[in-house]
């Protein structure tokens, strides 16, 4: 029996064996699954903590400079002050914002051409010495009031002003382009140019399309925005709105609205009153002072030339005064052409009609009653618009001048 079970046997440990290659070759695939894992988790993790690093030093920076700010905040303000006189290279005279005059030294970083007399500059609050040099400061009203896009309108979006345009451009753009033609008579050219008419005439109309016609700056402004509340406040924009003009020339000034600063001084006034006629004041001196304004032309624009003073009148100051009337039947028609050009009209459309039904209206009026009828077209979804349009379009119209509350221009005030 013995020998029969020995003969069964002789493989069992070659079996056994192989069992333990496998076991073994497994534990390897393991142990190579997890070096593996381990090895990314390893990379990931260096690539991690790169990353943390990058976000701990950015956030350092952050920090500091976060920490520099509150530092600069924290720090007691500068005063704000003008030079009065140079004593030497360390030394100079400066008067702070409240009036006070004092002796003081100044940084010896500033370069000495900069600390001149008038300069603009910021004092140490408990030593007063100078510390920086500041440029020189307009009011964000005036540096907002220089025109950066020039507008779209043109002479040719004009009609019924020929006459008007003609005289703008000869006023205004000939002396800016062509001085030599002023020089060659040994005359000087206008100063400034004053458009007044009724209301919706096309007077600021006009300023648009000399500023989109020239290459020079364009300042505008509105009269009211130079009334201000404080004393000498006016005045002071007044001056930093030429100042700027020049600085920019060759360039044209639009003060639209004249009248809120330019109407006759009175005796009997308040004290608004008063500081408006500062104001104006202020205006005389810097178009006919000491200081020339020779590339540097005025256009204002008003609807009561009547109660202007005459001091801004006269040759000199405004040396072209050009009246837009209302527009007689030719400039209707040329108005009328513009605005119902693109327009798609019915064939029993008579322009002709429609000017001897306007008579009076402005060249506002009329752009209002091309809309209105093109909107009563609109109302009834028909693809052109005809005469009936047109005639209830100048009724709406007509009846809303009827009702205007505004007060009518006294009578030849325009003629």
């Given at each position: ?8 046997k002789?493989g ?14 497994a ?29 701990v030093?950015q ?11 509150i ?30 005059v004092f ?8 370069d000495?051409e900069?600390l ?15 510390i ?13 009031a220089e ?21 703008i451009k ?16 040994g ?7 004053l458009?007044v ?17 020239t ?30 003009a ?5 360039s ?5 609205e004249?009248d ?24 005389l ?20 030339p ?16 050009i009246?837009?009337?209302?527009p ?6 040329a ?9 798609p ?7 002709k009609k ?22 009563i ?9 005809n005469s ?24 030849g005030?325009?003629?």
């Amino acid at each position: 029996m013995s020998s029969d079970s020995d003969a069964i046997k002789p493989g069992s440990d070659d079996t056994h064996g192989s069992r333990d290659d496998e076991g073994i070759d497994a534990q390897l695939k393991r142990l190579e699954g997890d070096f593996r894992e381990l090895t990314e988790r390893a990379q990931n993790l260096l690539t991690e903590r790169v990353y943390l690093e990058n976000e701990v030093s950015q956030q350092k920076k952050k920090v500091n400079r976060l920490e520099e700010e509150i530092r600069m905040l924290r720090s007691p303000p500068h005063i704000v002050g003008h030079i009065q006189d140079t004593i030497d290279d360390e030394k100079v005279v400066v008067r702070s914002s409240n009036g006070t005059v004092f002796l003081v030294t100044a940084n010896q970083r500033i370069d000495s051409e900069l600390l001149k007399p008038g300069a603009r500059v910021a004092l140490n609050q408990d030593t007063l010495s100078v510390i920086e040099v500041l440029h020189d400061a307009w009011d964000p009203l005036v540096t907002g009031a220089e025109m950066v896009e020039r507008p779209d309108v043109t002479y040719d979006d004009m009609g019924g002003v020929d006459e008007q345009i003609q005289l703008i451009k000869e006023s205004i753009e000939l002396p800016l382009t062509s001085p030599e033609s002023f020089t060659r008579f040994g005359i000087k050219p206008p100063k400034g140019v004053l458009l007044v008419g009724p209301p919706g005439c096309g007077k600021t109309m006009l300023a648009k399309a000399v500023a989109s016609s020239t290459e020079c700056s364009f300042i505008r402004l509105v009269g009211s925005e130079l009334a201000q509340k404080y004393i000498g406040e006016g005045g002071r924009m007044v001056r930093e709105l030429f100042d700027l003009a020049r600085e920019k020339a060759p360039s044209i000034v639009f003060i639209d609205e004249i009248d809120a600063i330019g109407a006759k001084r009175l005796d009997t006034a308040t004290s608004g009153d008063r500081e408006v006629q500062r104001t104006l004041m202020q205006l005389l001196a810097e178009l006919d002072g000491f200081d020339a304004l020779d590339d540097v032309k005025l256009i204002s624009a008003t609807n009561r030339p009547d109660i202007l003073d005459e001091a801004l009148l006269r040759p000199g100051r405004f040396d072209r005064i050009i009246e837009i009337p209302l527009p007689d039947d030719e400039g209707r028609q040329a108005i009328l052409d513009l605005h119902m050009g693109k327009m798609p009209k019915s064939k029993n459309l008579s322009v002709k009609k429609i000017v001897s039904l306007t008579k009076g209206f402005s060249g506002a009026d009329l752009k209002a009653t091309c809309v209105e009828a093109a909107m009563i077209a609109i109302r009834a979804k028909r693809k052109s618009v005809n005469s009936k349009d047109f005639i209830t379009a100048i009724e709406r119209i007509a009846d809303k001048k009827a009702n205007s509350t505004r007060g009518d221009a006294p009578e030849g005030l325009f003629h």
